[in-house]
């Protein structure tokens, strides 16, 4: 394929991911944007209002960048493993593997997609959160940059999940059991500085601790980790996920017989 | 003239070591409506599978159009068009997206695919149904959509695996006109089907596979040629007696006013007619048993050729 087909192949995924998540959006979009404004009345409003300062700011100044990156995580993932998984599972992942695509334009396809939907319930969280509080943007290079990685990150890791799943209940298991605790030992409701050492190390192996410091510093100007450190943990778990789903998709384990 | 496909030597074992395909050879010419037959698991699909890359092959070489999968798959591909025996598109899909997607995995630019999927779907008689999900088509109008998507981006070669396993008999020659149609205007057949009647009517060469090797591959009209014996039922006006005998041909009565009659190779059936009606029985009307096709896959697949 030359470049203008691999683009209009490209695109024709973008776009079909982008009207499956449209058409269910009250599975896809409502439910975040619900639970995050539950999240903000509760630990913002109510349990916030007592706890009082966290990092030098308010206590719902200091979990909005959190919520909203939980937000990006969990819908950009969820997404690929969805829809991935459901094309696995009704077997409409051949209409792809049977045309001329290449592997990569299918893998940066369906990324983007759950990209543009972690991004899509982001600006919705975001506006929501402005009912609770001011919206605080030190960088907006760092704000942006951070948030299109998280969200490239989660969207390969849902990928690969769905690769592997084989049913519907193993593409809940890793949210359930894996993802869910790493949000919120993530550093989203607390600072590091709270943790005793041995604790605040450990947690340093928790990629979602590079995420949501980044993503405070870009709104706050504060973080527990270097930045240069959480940019360079992001992009290494980033390349080893695209590495590992090239490497799926070229030897077509679990979608070849 | 290049051959639109041709397999060398293709083997398939699959991881649980069952030998699906032991080294089979065949060629499909340019143009060709081609029936590949065989009972179920005898590699047809396993095949199919290999040619648009759903399967690994084990060993051998396969070309489309002279183009080795092992060296440029992606070329071979856009000259392949494949309609699956299972329903394997999105149903919560409308069928004019299933169709324009698939246009698009080709890399055709969406006017283009717009256009096509207009065409094809009006062709198939399923346009007024474009924007209903797909879910809710009939069965033949789901295999219907599945042959417009597998034309959208025209391919040269076209592979049917069991197109009208399900459907209803109009729908059937409905769509054997249309896949007539589309030969004639140049674009290779490749066709599996369980409905030898449909291989008889349609195609021209034929390859039988069983247990994963090619036990016959030869054209309709050979293959037919082949036969050594038919059986005849015929329709008697007069009731028969139960030891009716008509002296070379072995005759029974199936019921009072039916017979069944067999004629070996060489010998003429006015024979029949003549002692029957020297007996005062007239025949109304006369059919084979069976499709003589399929009494000749039997006795292929079953060594007794």
């Keep these: 394929m030359n470049a203008t087909e691999q683009w209009n192949a490209f695109m024709t995924i973008v776009r079909k991911e982008i009207r ?103 600006v919705v969280v975001t506006l929501v959160s402005l009912f609770f509080t001011d919206l605080h943007i030190h960088s907006y290079l760092v704000v ?11 969207a390969l890791a849902g990928f690969i999940n769905a690769v592997f799943a084989n049913s519907f209940d193993d593409i809940s298991i890793v949210p359930t059991f894996v993802l869910t605790p790493l949000i919120y030992l993530g550093g989203v409701f607390y600072s590091m500085d709270l943790l005793p050492d041995f604790w605040a190390a450990v947690s340093r192996l928790n990629p979602l601790v590079y995420v949501v410091n980044a993503f405070r510093y870009g709104m706050l100007g504060v973080s527990d980790v270097s930045l240069p450190v959480a940019f360079g943990m992001i992009s290494l778990f980033t390349a080893l996920a695209f590495g590992y789903s090239m490497y799926l998709l070229n030897t077509g384990k679990r979608l070849r017989q | 003239m290049i051959p639109a496909l041709r397999i060398e030597n293709l083997r398939k074992v699959y991881a649980d070591g069952f030998e699906a395909l032991k080294g089979i050879s065949l060629e499909v010419q340019q ?17 199919i599978g290999i040619i648009c890359s759903l399967v690994a092959k084990t060993a051998g070489r396969v070309s489309v159009f002279d183009v080795d999968i092992d060296e440029d798959f992606p070329a071979a591909k856009k000259y392949i068009g494949i309609v699956p025996q299972e329903f394997n598109f999105n149903q919560f899909e409308k069928g ?15 006017a283009l695919a717009r256009e096509r999927a207009e065409k094809y779907l009006k062709a198939l008689g399923i346009w007024d149904k474009r924007n209903v999900q797909s879910r809710m088509l009939s069965g033949g109008m789901k295999r219907r959509l599945m042959i417009a ?33 589309i030969n004639a205007e140049g674009t ?42 038919e059986v005849f039922i015929l329709d008697c006006a007069e009731q ?15 019921d009072p006013h039916t017979l069944e009659v067999e004629v070996e190779k060489g010998q003429h059936i006015n024979q029949v007619f003549a002692a029957l009606d020297r007996g005062g ?8 048993r069976a499709n003589r096709l399929e009494e000749m896959f039997v006795n292929l697949v079953e060594g007794k050729a």
């Design chain 1, 20 to 122: 499956r998540y449209l058409r269910i959006w009250t599975q896809t979009l409502l439910p975040s944007a619900i639970t995050m404004s539950l999240y903000f009345v509760i630990f913002g409003t109510l349990i916030g209002s007592r706890i009082g300062e966290m990092g030098g700011f308010s206590y719902m100044q200091f979990v909005v960048p959190g919520l909203i990156m939980m937000a990006i995580v969990t819908n950009s993932y969820s997404n690929v493993v969805s829809s991935f998984f459901g094309s696995k599972f009704n077997h409409s992942v051949e209409e792809l593997l049977v045309s001329p695509v290449p592997n990569y334009i299918i893998l940066m396809g369906y990324v983007l997609g759950g990209v543009t939907r972690g991004l899509f319930v982001a």
């Design chain 2, 240 to 254: 028969v007696s139960e030891d009716t005998v008509i002296d070379g041909f072995p005759t029974r009565r199936l």
């Design chain 2, 31 to 47: 143009g060709d409506f081609f029936a590949l037959l065989g009972p179920n698991g005898a590699g047809k699909s396993t095949t």
């Design chain 2, 188 to 229: 290779t057949i490749i066709l599996t089907t369980h409905y030898l009647e449909e291989a008889e009517a349609l195609c021209r060469n034929i390859a039988i596979i069983n247990e994963g090797g090619i036990v016959e591959n030869t054209t309709i009209r050979d293959l037919l040629r082949q036969l050594h014996r």
């Design chain 2, 149 to 181: 998507r597998a034309l959208v981006h025209e391919p040269k070669l076209l592979i049917l695996d069991e197109p009208t396993a399900g459907v209803d008999i109009e729908m059937r020659r409905s769509m054997w006109e249309f896949l007539q149609e």
């Design chain 1, 144 to 154: 942006v940059t951070i948030v299109l990685m998280t969200a490239t990150l989660f």
């Design chain 2, 96 to 110: 004019y997206d299933v169709v324009v997607n698939q246009a698009g995995y080709y890399g055709l630019p969406p």
């Design chain 2, 281 to 288: 029985i007239h025949i109304t009307s006369m059919r084979n």
